[in-house]
């Protein structure tokens, strides 16, 4: 689905050597063997991002920045859903699901060791990490289950377990505080930066941070060689298992690592508010991400940026439009949430009906059709 | 043991509900080889325009007669419009359409009609009566029974004694050779889709009332539940579809019953792997071969 053409370069002159320049910048997709180092270039993409949005929210108020942050932290989640769903082919409805379990865990430590009084700077990436290693543990469980069930039955029993996040809530309702949920102590900037910092800038440097160190696992696990065994899998898994791929073992280790992704994603959108609440993580999250990476375009980390960025706009849509028009109080009532819905319940079935690759495939088709033209002027 | 005889009852009786949606879901596998998973946003949107007929009108047979007609043609809708146009690179297309219907349904429902919950009118009192002493049944569930009894037998003599039956039956185990012999197999897509969201739509009509009223969101759960029960009967079978959506009723009767209801989710997930761990192809399947 996702093989690169080969590009067409004449063959008379020999391949020149690469230069030292060439092998840090990052190279076009396929030519991973002139790259030089991937680590490197990843890094050095990732650096290069994270410098120009730090710039940025030098610039932006503070609900902007806000805006920053929920797409970092909703990064983190389709970054690793995208690499289940696109480049393993297991569909989870369950990803809404495993992002509470992350607010959750960050909401349950960080309450635990307020009531201790401990105070530190170290409880944020530990409370992060263990939000992530308890997703992963959850993950783990369900991607056992998974990796014994196929295409509609895997959506059909994780979509079980997207409906289960209110019920665990109420069931221990002593643990999770039923359907109020959880607070717990605000994140604040360090005093190293000054008494007026802006705290939502603050939040959003947080919440990049985690999107950039995911991000950049992401890319080097989808091009090592446990990245070519999930996409060997996800087109045929008997073809997989004649080449001596562990098949069961790469699902499961696929679904682990995408929800290690999600618990993170969840934790750093808890810490953005402060509070956990079972009506954050209703089915509709479920489908809200997957619209992000189908749109996106399935499989491509480029998507995943596009689908956080849409999800966070998109989002916003309704309240900018009553802002904007000046709307009855009982239409814009019923506005409120819905449309935001139905667009991307449309944008759904549009993109996966007219472009299946996403805007990322769209994207990529219209460059290689004028790089084509720009080769061949005659054409 | 009164008790128990109750939750039995009751079981029966929303089981029944369970089981046509679990034949809708079966229908429109067997036709197509997909899970509808917009069945339930579809079953609601055809409940709406039922129970609006219902009071525009104030009669509940009308509105029923309303909502099964807006089912067919729902499901025609969506077939024709949507699910016919899914491209095959993506195998897992027809879910994600699906889902994006499920938005955009929901949505629309909540923008017209607006996302409270509505209270609906049934044609029966919903007070169990009492036998000999004991609770039983109400007579609300003795006409869900009765009408999921009709429906199926219904379904029965269209699929084993018609000729529309038999072409439907053709096109969905051999397209190819029904082609060549004159089947139009495209067209038998259609109608297979538009009555199983017919059957949908009766289930979420049935349903409905039972629960907290109507509202956009009112079948999530039924989904799950008859997902779960057309998978204890194997996608594949209509007669597993009734089995195992009794079956479940039961189950989630008794533990609703004594553990409470907010264990009911725990309880479906539970019985769904416990089923597809050991035995996927569900409890009336036999050896199958394996394709390579």
């Known amino acids: 689905m996702t093989a690169t053409r080969p590009s067409e370069v004449p063959t008379e002159r020999p391949p020149a050597a690469p230069s030292a320049l ?64 696109g480049l393993n082919g297991q569909l989870s409805l369950g990803h809404g699901a495993l992002m509470a379990t992350g607010a959750y865990t960050v909401a349950l430590v960080q309450q635990a060791l307020a009531d201790r009084a401990v105070q530190g700077r170290w409880i944020l990436p530990l409370s992060l990490l263990l939000a992530a290693g308890v997703t992963a543990a959850v993950g783990l469980a369900i ?49 190293s930066l000054g008494a007026y910092f802006q705290p939502e800038r603050w939040l959003a440097w947080v919440a990049l941070l985690a999107a950039l160190v995911t991000m950049v696992l992401m890319a080097n ?63 509709e999250l479920s489908l809200f991400l997957l619209m992000a990476i ?34 009855p109080s009982g239409l814009a009532r019923r506005l409120e949430g819905n449309l935001a ?39 | 043991m009164d008790r128990f005889l109750f939750l039995t009852l009751d ?20 036709a197509a080889r997909l899970v509808n998973f917009a069945q339930g946003a579809m079953a609601v949107a055809t409940a709406y325009v039922g129970y609006a007929v219902v009071s525009a009108t104030g009669s509940y047979w009308l509105g029923l007669g309303a909502a099964v007609l807006a089912g067919l043609a729902l499901g025609a809708l969506v077939e024709r419009v949507l699910m016919r146009f899914v491209g095959h690179a993506n195998p897992l297309g027809d879910v994600i359409v699906a889902l994006g219907l499920v938005l955009l349904i929901q949505a629309v429902l909540g923008m017209v009609f607006g996302n409270e919950y509505r209270p609906t009118a049934v044609p029966f009192d919903t007070d169990a009566l009492t036998v000999g002493g004991i609770a039983a049944m109400s007579p609300y569930d003795l006409w869900v029974l009765g009408a999921v009894v009709v429906v199926v037998a219904l379904l029965a003599l269209l699929f084993t004694r018609t000729s529309l039956g038999l072409r439907m039956r053709a096109s969905a185990f051999a397209p190819e050779v029904s082609r060549l012999l004159g089947v139009q197999v495209s067209r038998m897509l ?15 009509m049935l349903v409905v009332p039972t629960g907290l009223g109507l509202h956009p969101h009112a079948m999530d759960l039924v989904f799950v539940i008859a997902f779960t029960a057309a998978v204890v009967g194997g996608l594949d079978s209509p007669a597993g579809a009734v089995v195992g959506g009794l079956l479940v009723g039961l189950i989630l009767s008794y533990v609703t019953g004594y553990l409470g209801p907010d264990t009911t989710p725990l309880a479906v997930l539970v019985l769904l792997l416990a089923v597809l761990l050991v035995r996927p192809g569900g409890l009336f399947s036999g050896p199958r071969a394996r394709h390579v």
């Open chain 1, 22 to 85: 060439r092998r840090l910048l990052p190279g076009a997709p396929g030519s991973g063997t002139v790259g030089g180092s991937t680590l490197l270039r990843h890094l050095i993409v990732a650096v290069l991002a994270g410098t120009a949005v730090v710039l940025l929210t030098n610039q932006l108020p503070p609900y902007q920045n806000l805006q920053v942050a929920r797409v970092g932290a909703f990064l983190c989640v389709t970054a690793g859903y995208t690499v289940l769903v």
């Open chain 1, 143 to 191: 991607g056992l289950a998974a990796a014994r069930l196929r295409g509609p039955y895997l959506a059909g029993v994780t979509l079980a377990v997207a409906t289960l996040v209110p019920a665990i809530t109420t069931i221990f309702t002593d643990v999770f505080n039923g359907e109020q949920g959880l607070r717990f102590p605000a994140e604040t900037p360090p005093a």
């Open chain 1, 221 to 283: 696990l989808v091009r090592s060689r446990f990245g070519r065994s999930l996409r060997a899998v996800r087109d045929d898994e008997v073809a997989a298992r004649l080449a001596g791929i562990p098949v069961a073992r790469t699902q499961v280790l696929a679904f682990v690592v995408s929800a290690a992704c999600a618990g993170l994603g969840g934790g750093v959108y808890a810490v953005l508010t402060g509070t956990v609440a079972p009506g954050k993580f209703a089915l």
């Open chain 1, 294 to 327: 189908v749109i996106g375009g399935l499989g491509s980390l480029a998507g995943a940026v596009w689908g956080a960025v849409l999800l966070v706009a998109l989002q916003d849509l309704p309240s900018l439009l009553t802002e904007t028009f000046t709307l």
């Open chain 1, 341 to 379: 819905l139905a667009v991307f319940g449309l944008t759904l079935v549009v993109v996966m009906l007219a472009a299946p690759g996403g805007l990322q495939g769209a994207a990529r088709d219209l460059l290689a059709r004028l790089g084509a033209r720009r080769r061949h002027p005659s054409r």
């Open chain 2, 11 to 30: 079981g029966v009786s929303t089981g029944a509900v369970y089981a046509a949606f679990a034949l809708a879901l079966v229908l429109i596998w067997r």
């Open chain 2, 190 to 204: 259609t109608v297979g889709w538009a009555l199983a969201a017919a059957v949908g739509a009766l289930a979420g």
